[in-house]
């Protein structure tokens, strides 16, 4: 079986934020209501925001008194991340690392990886995010992790997507690999006259899979909601997944 694919750099940078910020900001602080309250947060934890992004959810976060740390990979995201947060007068400390490879033990109270940030390693490097993930957080700690519901795509599965602005396009072909378990993406994108090709592929996951890593990763107990933080059923699009330390 082929190793999977991800340019991180490629898929992560200024044509993301091009095509996709906007949209993504407009609901982040319904987002951060719903982390808040099924994560159980208040003002003061220690909050580790696994693949933040551009800081949409964890400025938000410290604006209601947590003390965020804001880990990613990519030095374009972290860039206007910190740059939104001066302009919030927020304070997180945003990381420039890899979610495979924590430099903490023991720091932390919650722990959130948002909007399909998870999944895109081979198995065993996804299993050592987890592991990492629940070495980071204090005993009783939790973790919360946001992915797209694998009964809901196979239902709705799309060939293709389109996203376009002022006449640039950004287009994803997909296919499903069943025995991988994986969405196999080529995206391309055309923007001021340019075309660019990022190939990656995420692993889609079953909540019964996932719940049974975590629990091999170190977690007590593992629950399970859809989009809204209500029930997870086969309509719901995204699946949170909520893991106690």
Not at 16 to 24: G, I, N
Not at 87 to 103: A, F, I, K, N, S
């Given at each position: 079986?082929?190793?999977?694919?991800?340019?991180?750099?490629?898929?992560?940078?200024?044509?993301?934020?091009?095509?996709?910020?906007?949209?993504?900001?407009?609901?982040?602080?319904?987002?951060?209501?719903?982390?808040w309250r099924l994560l159980g947060l208040e003002p003061?934890?220690?909050?580790?925001?696994?693949?933040?992004?551009?800081?949409?959810?964890?400025?938000?976060?410290?604006?209601?008194?947590?003390?965020?740390?804001?880990?990613?990979?990519?030095p374009v995201f972290l860039e206007r991340a910190r740059?939104?947060?001066?302009?919030?007068?927020?304070?997180?400390?945003?990381?420039?690392?890899?979610?495979?490879?924590?430099?903490?033990?023991?720091?932390?109270?919650?722990?959130?990886?948002?909007?399909?940030?998870?999944?895109?390693?081979?198995?065993?490097?996804?299993?050592?995010?987890?592991?990492?993930?629940?070495?980071?957080?204090r005993p009783g700690g939790r973790l919360a992790l946001?992915?797209?519901?694998?009964?809901?795509?196979?239902?709705?599965?799309?060939?293709?997507?389109?996203?376009?602005?002022?006449?640039?396009?950004?287009?994803?072909?997909?296919?499903?690999?069943?025995?991988?378990?994986?969405?196999?993406?080529?995206?391309?994108?055309?923007?001021?006259?340019?075309?660019?090709?990022?190939?990656?592929?995420?692993?889609?996951?079953?909540?019964?899979?996932?719940?049974?890593?975590?629990?091999?990763?170190?977690?007590?107990?593992?629950?399970?909601?859809?989009?809204?933080?209500?029930?997870?059923?086969?309509?719901?699009?995204?699946?949170?997944?909520?893991?106690?330390?």
């Open positions: 079986m082929a190793e999977p694919v991800f340019d991180a750099e490629g898929l992560f940078g200024d044509d993301y934020l091009y095509f996709f910020a906007d949209h993504l900001d407009a609901r982040a602080d319904a987002e951060a209501d719903l982390i003061g934890m220690e909050v580790l925001d696994l693949a933040c992004g551009h800081g949409r959810i964890a400025n938000r976060l410290a604006a209601r008194g947590c003390r965020v740390t804001g880990l990613d990979s990519s740059t939104t947060a001066g302009e919030l007068g927020v304070t997180v400390d945003y990381v420039h690392g890899d979610m495979r490879r924590l430099p903490w033990t023991g720091r932390f109270d919650r722990v959130l990886s948002w909007f399909t940030a998870f999944g895109y390693f081979d198995d065993a490097d996804d299993r050592r995010v987890l592991a990492q993930a629940a070495a980071a957080l946001d992915l797209n519901n694998y009964a809901a795509v196979v239902r709705t599965y799309q060939a293709a997507t389109v996203v376009e602005r002022d006449g640039d396009l950004l287009v994803d072909r997909h296919r499903l690999d069943l025995l991988a378990g994986r969405n196999v993406v080529e995206r391309t994108v055309v923007r001021d006259g340019r075309v660019r090709r990022v190939p990656y592929s995420v692993r889609m996951f079953t909540f019964p899979e996932l719940r049974d890593r975590l629990l091999d990763a170190g977690f007590a107990a593992v629950r399970g909601f859809g989009a809204d933080g209500g029930p997870l059923t086969m309509d719901s699009r995204r699946m949170i997944v909520v893991a106690e330390r």
